[in-house]
């Protein structure tokens, strides 16, 4: 009993302490008009509009998953930049710690300890830069880690209970809800796994497969069920992710880039963030991580194949395989800032290591180099996380054009879609923009993360457009003097142009899209 308060204080006290050091790495970046759009309709769910009517989403809703999350935090944070920030490092620790769970497995004693270990070793340190906006920024797909390792960790845990399948496929029938993902990561791995596992069993052990492929196809009728209903409630729209077959010549080159984003996320690829000796020392250090993953994936694969893996093993590594199979053969954007599309594969590499190694370490004749090695890895990586502390960022994307805006009392208005929820989040909406984008020669609503009501000339008054020089797709100072006519005035502020009218821009402004 003692032992487990000891351990349950200890966990207490640790995720505290990550969450803070997460937190301070999730300020090295400013919010963008993706979380703020998304902090935006958590405050209009909690705030009388639970089925977000009105509002046109991205193709990844995030609800009911991060946005409920988002509207939680609100309470204590209100609609800030500050609350993006604190809701990835919740994130963030959450995925550390199901990690270890999940690694842990049923081991005990040394063993679990030597788990918990490796996974932590792997996850504890993010990448600055590209690392840290992928993995601790606003809602993407690292969330989606989160649901999927806790169906993972029910499969692992529980096995063979009558409920197991019943929360199988609750767990992934709600991460699909929030992000289509899950399907493809999650569901698909189930059926394909358990469906060659059950060719090769008999008895009660092929009936236990059969439920959870079953389980995991109801996942799938379940969250495209709540989708209908959603529409049928007159609830918000969100369009289908544009996903084709990339053209067969380009698979090289987004394998290539793919490999990269696996290096992003594990931490091996900095693309100049430190000085290169301390990226040199730091990528080394993630390596060993790496290349233990490596290691168990590619056992992994071999024993499933002979079909003598583990149930939950074989299904991580057909996940990974599906996430990264179709980041290299679909039309999935592919740059290093898409390796939020590639998130999930950390974490659940993590654990596949973890369990490929915690046996391996605590046997006697390799236990000293193998733990000593894992120990140096913890130690270095926990002194980066204590004593490094990356600078803050300005709060939100356009920080300078919204403490304009803010000095001038102007509190409604136009502007390009990263300059616009965003300016609204971080005034802690004392200023309101509505986004919008070129069409054609003249602007017009932006009808990706915005809501109609925004653009009603009987509800709002606006007065300003706010532009981006270096982004002229999301609309010009041109487009907007092509409906408007020459501004009042004009102010050149970095990147911004504003532009100040006397009339109200929302009168005779396109309706939004339906």
Request: aromatic fraction near 10%; charge should be neutral; include cysteine.
């Amino acid at each position: 009993m003692r032992q487990k308060a000891l351990i349950g204080v200890g966990s207490v006290v640790a995720a505290v302490g990550l969450f803070l050091a997460y937190l301070r790495m999730a300020r090295a970046f400013p919010i963008n008009g993706d979380g703020a759009s998304n902090a935006l309709q958590a405050w209009d769910m909690f705030h009388g509009n639970p089925l977000l009517k009105g509002w046109a989403l991205s193709d990844v809703s995030f609800y009911p998953t991060e946005l409920v999350q988002y509207g939680i935090v609100q309470w204590f944070t209100g609609v800030t930049a500050d609350q993006v920030h604190v809701t990835a490092a919740i994130t963030y620790t959450m995925i550390v710690f199901v990690a270890a769970w999940l690694a842990k497995g049923r081991a005990t004693g040394l063993e679990a300890w030597l788990r918990i270990g490796v996974a932590v070793a792997i996850l504890l340190l993010p990448v600055p830069g590209t690392g840290y906006q992928t993995l601790l920024s606003s809602p993407n797909h690292t969330g989606t880690a989160v649901p999927l390792l806790l169906a993972w960790l029910v499969l692992d845990r529980w096995r063979h209970k009558i409920w197991t399948p019943v929360l199988l496929a609750a767990l992934l029938g709600f991460g699909a809800m929030g992000d289509p993902l899950v399907t493809f990561v999650g569901a698909v791995p189930v059926i394909v796994v358990c469906a060659y596992r059950a060719i090769r069993s008999r008895g009660a052990e092929r009936w236990y497969e059969a439920s959870l492929i079953l389980a995991a196809a109801v996942s799938v009728a379940v969250s495209r069920g709540f989708r209908h209903l959603l529409d049928a409630l007159g609830a918000f729209q969100s369009p289908h992710p544009p996903i084709e077959l990339a053209p067969l010549a380009d698979w090289p080159h987004r394998a290539w880039m793919t490999a990269r984003m696996v290096g992003v996320i594990f931490g091996t690829h900095r693309p100049g963030w430190h000085p290169p000796v301390l990226e040199v020392f730091l990528s080394l250090l993630h390596l060993v991580g790496f290349l233990v993953a490596l290691a168990a994936v590619a056992v992994t694969l071999v024993r499933a194949v002979r079909g003598t893996a583990d149930r939950v093993d074989t299904i991580m590594i057909a996940a990974i395989a599906c996430d990264l199979g179709a980041e290299i053969v679909s039309t999935i954007s592919v740059d290093l800032m898409a390796a939020r599309e590639i998130a999930p594969v950390l974490p659940m590499s993590a654990a596949l290591a973890a369990r490929f190694a915690g046996p391996w370490l605590a046997t006697a004749e390799r236990r000293k180099i193998g733990q000593g090695v894992l120990a140096a890895v913890l130690a270095i990586a926990t002194l980066t996380v204590v004593i490094y502390s990356p600078p803050r960022a300005d709060p939100a994307e356009a920080q300078v054009a919204a403490d304009y805006l803010r000095s001038r009392n102007l509190g409604y208005g136009l502007g390009a879609y990263w300059a616009s929820n965003n300016i609204t989040v971080t005034t802690e909406r004392a200023v309101t923009v509505a986004p919008v984008t070129g069409g054609g020669d003249r602007l017009v609503p932006f009808c990706w993360q915005s809501k109609g009501a925004m653009y009603d000339a009987k509800q709002h008054d606006a007065r300003f457009v706010v532009l981006e020089k270096d982004r002229p797709f999301y609309g010009t100072p041109e487009q907007a003097e092509h409906v408007w006519g020459p501004p009042a005035e004009r102010h050149d502020i970095g990147k911004y142009a504003i532009l100040l009218y006397n009339v109200n821009l929302l009168d005779g402004f396109p309706p939004p899209c339906s």
